[in-house]
């Protein structure tokens, strides 16, 4: 379980204008920002993100909430994934409640890793078969320096009989455990190539045979540190040779990445031993926009294709440039960059098939548009795949695409192929209170300016009035002054469950119409106000059980204290 301190943290740390103008086409519209909803259609913009209080409103459809929100609805995460997104975003790792068992377990499998990471390395320029291989394959050595390529000599205990504890090893997916309780090495004679997570630590290895085992390449099982559909080969490698990825290229083996990487192109990944997944979809299309997959243009190559393309229009938003390079038969990008060398492989890429165009290939195969019944077969082939596809613009210029096939008007073409799905987002018509009184005034106030706080410090006296709203209004002073950065969406996210939640979500939505300055005056004014009617309240209450012989040592305490204050009113 991931604490609530940290989610709070985490929302003050993060900008929500950064979270959603790479999603969202977004303009300024004076302290907000503007756009198109991204969770229903429209044309007239009603999406308002507001920076000042961390928060997003659609006044069209209700959708509501913070960056966190934003991102579970829009990259459709759930909400542990999308902690990991924000915190990937400014830099932290993401802790566990009573996960302190967790962690030292991790700690040890990532050291172990390390110990073993370094074992293959040593090997690797001791043995001369592996170094001969790579330099058959023409792998420079600046390529196994940079990728910290290793070797896993033949044999059963080159690990086993070194690292301790085995248990560790074995947790960490080094070694085979048999049902008697003996281990052997799980990699053996095979080049190794080192896995790493986004903060470069290595997690897997992943092996390729250097003699005839059938098993081409060997990975490493998922472990505690290791999870195949979150992470790509080369995806730390390349975000630390490049600034910014202005592509990310998804070739199918480790060495295509390399040699990739050896003729310059440093922004290529392969996935894990696996098909392309709508996590590893998500995970690249957080890194760039434009995601080029690149496949072997025999039987098989054509089929990984159109599982990517599934893939892709499962998860497809606008803004993704998702393209199709299709290899010669018997070629793999290692070959072909040592046949027409960088030049040719860049221009391949230039020319690599769009999405749409894949698709409407796809849809188009097997069907003589020729004829009336070619054409009707077309549309309804469309309407089934364009049904779940979330992305307004490839939507509407697909639809032009499918007008220009059929032969038909937009219009009969909308109505054959059924209009864009909408999302199932949280959508609850929050309105701002008709009624404010003067706590929820201040209440609106803090959450638009939490400065306020700064400027009143009686929380306790506050606190002790019974008028409706103060006892809010003091835990909330109370929170502001405990975390003085927490701004309104991170405060409001702290009485997520709770019942004051809706109520806050409302008064966030309040405009004070005034600047900080006015609004810290009026915010003290009312506090003042509020404490000065509690302690009258509560000495009139002291001076009645005075008079009827009811009052207390406690109470007469207290009646002294407030005599006291009272003499001195500028307290």
């Not at 377990?105 to 592996?130: C, G, M, P, V, W």
């Not at 085995?166 to 048999?178: E, H, I, S």
């Not at 806050?504 to 119409?513: A, F, H, K």
Request: glycine residues 6%; aromatic residues 6%.
């Amino acid at each position: 379980m991931i604490p609530q301190d940290f989610i709070d943290d985490l929302l003050a740390r993060t900008d929500i204008v950064e979270v959603i103008r790479p999603r969202v086409d977004l303009k300024r519209a004076g302290r907000e920002w503007k756009g198109c909803c991204p969770f229903h259609n429209e044309k007239t913009p009603s999406f308002h993100v507001v920076p000042h209080k961390q928060f997003y409103h659609c006044f069209g459809c209700g959708a509501h909430g913070h960056a966190l929100r934003f991102v579970m609805d829009f990259d459709r995460l759930d909400f542990p994934a999308a902690v990991e997104v924000l915190a990937g975003m400014v830099g932290v790792e993401v802790p566990r409640r009573g996960g302190d068992a967790g962690a030292a377990r991790n700690k040890a499998l990532y050291a172990i890793l390390d110990r073993a990471h370094a074992r293959f390395r040593e090997q690797l320029t001791a043995d001369s078969e592996a170094m001969r291989y790579l330099d058959k394959r023409g792998v420079s050595a600046d390529m196994i320096q940079r990728f910290e390529l290793g070797f896993a000599p033949p044999g059963w205990d080159f690990l086993s009989a070194k690292l301790s504890p085995l248990d560790d090893a074995d947790n960490a997916g080094l070694v085979v455990r048999k049902d008697d309780g003996k281990v052997y090495d799980r990699f053996r004679n095979r080049l190794m190539f080192p896995i790493r997570d986004p903060r470069g630590r290595v997690v897997a290895f992943g092996g390729r045979t250097l003699d005839d085992d059938p098993a081409k390449y060997l990975n490493s099982p998922e472990t505690p540190v290791f999870h195949k559909g979150a992470m790509a080969y080369g995806l730390y490698e390349a975000k630390q040779a490049n600034a910014s990825l202005d592509q990310v290229i998804v070739v199918e083996g480790y060495m295509d990445v390399i040699a990739l990487a050896q003729f310059g192109f440093t922004q290529a990944v392969a996935t894990l031993g696996t098909a392309t997944s709508s996590d590893h979809l998500r995970l690249l299309s957080r890194q760039s926009p434009r995601i080029v997959f690149c496949f072997d243009g025999d039987a098989a190559g054509l089929r990984a294709a159109e599982r990517a393309l599934d893939v892709c229009l499962s998860v497809l938003t606008d803004g993704m440039n998702i393209r199709f390079l299709f290899l010669p038969d018997g070629e793999d990008p290692d070959s072909l960059l040592h046949r027409d060398g960088a030049e040719g492989f860049q221009q391949r890429l230039n020319d690599a098939t769009p999405l749409s165009q894949r698709l409407l290939e796809r849809l188009e195969a097997r069907l003589d548009l020729s004829s009336a019944e070619g054409r009707a077969a077309l549309l309804n082939e469309a309407k089934k795949v364009l049904a779940p596809i979330d992305a307004p613009a490839f939507r509407a210029l697909m639809m032009q695409s499918l007008e220009q096939r059929a032969g038909l008007s937009g219009k009969a073409v909308n109505e054959l192929v059924g209009p864009a799905p909408e999302r199932e987002v949280q959508r609850r018509q929050i309105q701002a209170p008709q009624r404010m009184t003067p706590v929820r005034r201040a209440i609106a106030l803090l959450l638009t300016y939490p400065r306020c706080a700064e400027a009143f410090s009686d929380v306790e006296g506050l606190a002790a009035s019974s008028v409706a709203g103060a006892a809010l209004l003091s835990e909330l002073l109370d929170r502001v002054h405990e975390h003085p950065h927490m701004h309104c969406a991170a405060l409001i996210n702290s009485y997520a469950g709770r019942a004051e939640h809706e109520i806050l979500e409302r008064l966030s939505l309040v405009d004070p119409e005034i600047d900080e300055e006015p609004a810290i005056i009026e915010f003290v004014a009312t506090c003042e106000k509020l404490r000065r009617e509690s302690r009258k309240s509560e000495l009139e209450l002291l001076l009645d059980a005075a008079r009827h012989g009811r009052l207390d040592e406690d109470g007469k305490a207290r009646l002294k204290a407030l005599n006291q204050k009272r003499e001195k009113p500028s307290e």
